[in-house]
C-alpha cells in the first residue's frame, strides 16, 4: 500500500498574480471533501494547479513524462528542470517573482509536510514534518518524502503526481498510456525492494541492449569494409593493383597538366589586362583626336562668319559639332557632311560659292585646310591602332577561355579518377599481413558480438521471469480495481463499460525482445448491437470518455493502492470536454469520489453556464460531504477583460452561487 497526498492548504505570497483582497496574497484552504477554485481566462487558475504541482516536485522532474506522447521506455530518473522551466514562474510578472513564496500543506498518511519554495527559481525554503522543522536540504526532503508516501524513489513519486493525483490542461492520460501504466502498477503494487528490483532489471536490459547496438554497427561497418577488400595473392588482386597503378599515374599526368595549365591561366589574364589597357589608352585617344578635328572645323567655320555673326555662328558650331539644328530641333547629318566638304574644297559654308570675293581673307582658309588635313590623318591613324588593340584583346580573352576549359575538362576527369583510385583501394588491403590481421580482428568482433547478444538475451529472459513472477503480486489487486473502475463507468457510461485485465507483450527499449507486461483494457458496449469490444486507442473513444475514463480509472487505483488513507484529486476545467447531459453523470462520478472516506477533489473551473460545477456541488452536499469556493476574481490581478467588464463577471459569478443553491 502507498500513501497518496492530500493535500490541506496553499499560499502564495509576493506574487504579482495574486495580490489578494487585502494586498495579503492568496490563501485557499483545501481541506474540504470538494474544493473548487473559480475564475476567468487569465487570472491564473492554471498556475495556481501548477504552483501546487512544482511545490511537491521541486525543480525536478521525470525527463520522459515532459516530452508529448507516451511514456515509452526512457530511464525514470529524476533530472534538474532546464532554466527555462525553472523560471516559468518568474516569468509571468513583471518583477520575475523576486520576492514571491509559495507555501503547501499536506499530508502522506499519518505525516504532515509543510514545503516553502520560492517561485522565482523553485528552490526549497523551508520544510518541515509534523511541525519540526527540518534541515534545509532538497535531497533529504525527497527521500523522506519518498518513505513516506511508500515508494522506492523520488521518481516514482513524481510519477504518481503526474498520472494519479494531477489532471491538469494538459490531460496527460494514464489509461492508453501503456508504458506509464505498467511503472504506476509496479510502484503501486509492489513492495519497495521489488520495485526498485523491476527498475534495475529493466536498465540492464536496456543499458546492454544499447551496447549490443552500438557494437553490431562497429561491427557491420568493419564487416562490410573488409568484405570488400580483394585477398592478396590472387590473380584478382594482381589485375586490380594493375588498375590502380595506371589510374595513378594517369592522375599525375593530369595533375602536372593542371599545375601548368594554371600558370599559363594566370599568364592568360595579365595578358589579356595588358590589351584592354592598351585598348582603353587607344580609345582615349582617339576621342582626344576627334575633338581636335572638330576644333578644326569649327576654327575654319569661324574664319567665314563676320564678328556680328555670333548667334548664327553658334547654330553652325551646332550643326559640326552634334549634327544638330538648333532653330528646328531635328538631326541634319547630310547638312553636317556638306558643311565640312564645303569648308574643305574652299567654298562658302553657307551658300556653296567659291570664296573669291576680295574681302575674303584666302591665307587663313588655307592654314585651316591644312590643319584639317593633318587632323583627319592623326584621327584615321589612330581609329586604325584602335582596331589593331581590340583584335589583340579579343584574341586574349579567346586564350583565355581556352585554358579554362582544358582547366575544367582536367578537374572533371581527376575527379572521376579519384572516385575510381579511391574505390580500387577500398578493395586492396596494405598488405598481406595487416588484411589477415584485420580478418582475425573483425573474428574476434563477431565473437563478442555474440557474446553480447547471449548477455542480452539472459539479461532479458531474467527480467521476463521477473516480470511474470511478481505479475500474480499485481493480479491479486486485480478484482478490487476492476470493481471500484465498473462502479464509477457505470455512473458515467450507463454500465456499457468494464475493466478487463489484459497482459500486453511490448518491446524493451529498441531490442528485438518482448517481454509481457501487467495492463488494463476497456471493454466499451456498441450503440447498435450492445456487444462489449476492446478500446485499445486514445481514439477509438470520445473526448469526455477519454477524460472520465482516466479519471475513473486513477480513481479506482486509488482508493485500492491506498485504501487505508484518503487521497487529493486535482483536476483542471473538467466540464471543457462534457455536453449538458454528460455534465450530469460528470458530477455524480466526481462527488461520489470527493464524498468516499477521506478523499478530496479539487477542481478548478471558468465562470460559464455550465451544469457541471453546481451538479457537482449539489451531489456533494447530498451526499453529506463537505465543499467550499476560492472566488480569482477577488484575490487574482485583473485581466484588462476583467477591468472593462468586470461587473458582468461578478453577475455571472453570483448567478453561478445561486446555481449551487438551487442544487443543494
Known amino acids: 500500500m502507498v500513501s497518496f497526498p492530500v493535500i490541506d492548504d496553499v499560499k502564495v505570497e509576493h506574487f504579482g498574480l495574486y495580490p ?5 496574497g492568496l490563501h485557499a484552504n483545501l481541506r474540504s471533501d470538494l474544493n473548487v477554485v473559480v475564475g476567468a481566462n487569465g487570472l491564473g487558475k492554471s498556475t495556481l494547479l501548477l504552483i501546487i504541482f512544482r511545490a511537491l516536485t521541486g525543480p525536478y522532474d521525470i525527463p520522459g513524462a515532459l516530452r508529448d506522447g507516451d511514456l515509452g521506455s526512457a530511464r525514470l530518473d529524476v533530472k534538474r528542470l532546464r532554466p527555462r522551466e525553472v523560471k516559468s514562474f518568474a516569468d509571468r510578472v513583471t518583477d520575475g517573482a523576486a520576492k514571491a513564496m509559495a507555501q503547501v500543506r499536506f499530508s502522506l498518511g499519518a505525516t504532515s509536510f509543510l514545503v516553502a519554495r520560492s517561485l522565482r527559481d523553485l528552490s526549497l525554503q523551508s520544510w518541515s514534518v509534523d511541525g519540526v522543522t527540518q534541515p534545509l536540504n532538497e535531497d533529504d526532503l525527497q527521500a523522506r518524502i519518498a518513505r513516506e508516501c511508500g515508494v522506492w524513489s523520488f521518481s516514482d513519486w513524481i510519477l504518481i503526481l503526474r498520472y494519479v493525483t494531477f489532471y491538469m490542461d494538459d490531460r496527460q492520460v494514464l489509461f492508453w498510456d501503456r508504458s506509464a501504466q505498467k511503472q504506476l502498477l509496479r ?7 521489488d520495485a526498485e528490483k523491476w527498475v534495475g532489471l529493466e536498465r540492464q536490459v536496456l543499458e546492454q541492449d544499447s551496447r549490443f547496438r552500438n557494437f553490431r554497427n562497429v561491427y557491420n561497418n568493419e564487416s562490410a569494409r573488409i568484405t570488400r577488400l580483394i585477398v592478396p595473392d590472387t590473380d584478382a588482386h594482381a589485375d586490380l593493383r594493375s588498375m590502380l597503378d595506371k589510374l595513378l599515374q ?3 599526368l593530369d595533375m602536372r597538366r593542371q ?24 580609345l582615349q585617344r582617339l576621342d582626344e583626336l576627334t575633338r581636335e578635328y572638330e576644333h578644326v572645323k569649327l576654327t575654319a567655320l569661324t574664319a567665314q562668319f563676320p564678328t556680328t555673326a555670333d548667334s548664327s555662328l553658334y547654330i553652325w558650331n551646332q550643326i559640326l559639332a552634334d549634327s544638330e539644328c538648333l532653330l528646328c530641333g531635328n538631326d541634319v547629318p547630310a547638312l553636317r557632311v556638306a558643311i565640312e566638304g564645303r569648308i574643305e574644297n574652299r567654298h562658302c559654308a553657307v551658300c556653296d560659292s567659291p570664296l573669291e570675293r576680295e574681302d575674303v581673307e584666302h591665307e587663313p582658309i588655307e592654314l585651316s585646310r591644312e590643319r584639317s588635313a593633318r587632323a583627319w590623318a592623326q584621327l584615321e591613324q589612330q581609329r586604325s591602332l584602335l582596331g589593331a588593340f581590340e583584335q589583340e584583346y579579343e584574341a586574349s580573352k579567346e586564350a583565355v577561355q581556352h585554358v579554362l576549359e582544358e582547366v575544367a575538362q582536367l578537374d572533371v576527369r581527376r575527379t572521376v579518377n579519384e572516385q575510381r583510385i579511391g574505390t580500387l583501394r577500398a578493395q586492396l588491403p596494405a598488405d598481406a599481413d595487416g588484411y589477415f590481421k584485420d580478418r582475425s580482428h573483425l573474428s574476434s568482433m563477431k565473437s563478442r558480438s555474440n557474446a553480447m547478444s547471449q548477455e542480452l538475451a539472459v539479461l532479458a529472459a531474467r527480467f521476463e521471469e521477473f516480470i511474470a513472477e511478481k505479475t500474480s503480486s499485481i493480479l491479486s489487486s486485480a478484482d478490487s480495481i476492476k470493481q471500484r473502475f465498473d462502479h464509477y463507468s457505470e455512473l458515467f457510461l450507463l454500465g456499457r463499460g468494464e475493466l478487463s485485465w489484459s497482459p500486453r507483450e511490448d518491446q524493451i527499449g529498441q531490442s528485438s525482445y518482448r517481454v509481457k507486461f501487467p495492463a488494463y483494457e476497456l471493454q466499451l458496449s456498441k450503440n447498435d448491437t450492445g456487444a462489449a469490444s476492446i478500446r485499445s486507442g486514445i481514439d477509438d473513444v470520445s473526448e469526455s470518455q477519454k477524460e472520465f475514463i482516466d479519471l ?10 491506498g485504501a487505508e488513507h484518503g487521497a487529493s484529486l486535482v483536476i483542471d476545467t473538467p466540464e471543457s470536454s462534457l455536453d449538458r447531459v454528460f455534465s450530469d453523470r460528470a458530477a455524480s462520478v466526481l462527488s461520489d469520489f470527493a464524498a468516499t472516506a477521506d478523499n478530496r477533489l479539487v477542481v478548478a473551473s471558468n465562470l460559464t453556464d455550465g451544469r457541471l460545477i453546481p451538479k457537482l456541488v449539489g451531489a456533494t452536499v447530498g451526499k453529506s460531504a463537505t465543499w467550499n469556493i476560492t472566488n480569482l476574481l477577488d484575490i487574482a490581478r485583473p485581466t484588462p477583460a476583467i477591468e472593462e467588464l468586470g461587473d458582468e463577471y461578478r453577475d455571472a459569478y453570483e ?8 442544487a443543494s
Open 259 to 282: 599545375e601548368e595549365a594554371l600558370a599559363e591561366l594566370a599568364s592568360a589574364h595579365e595578358a589579356r589586362a595588358n590589351r584592354n589597357l592598351e585598348r582603353l589608352q587607344a
Open 187 to 193: 510502484s503501486l503494487f509492489l513492495s519497495n525492494s
Open 655 to 662: 448567478r453561478l452561487m445561486y446555481d449551487i443553491e438551487s
Open 552 to 561: 475513473a480509472f486513477r480513481m479506482a487505483l486509488i482508493e485500492t493502492a
Open 250 to 252: 594517369e592522375d599525375e
Open 20 to 24: 489578494g483582497t487585502n494586498g495579503d
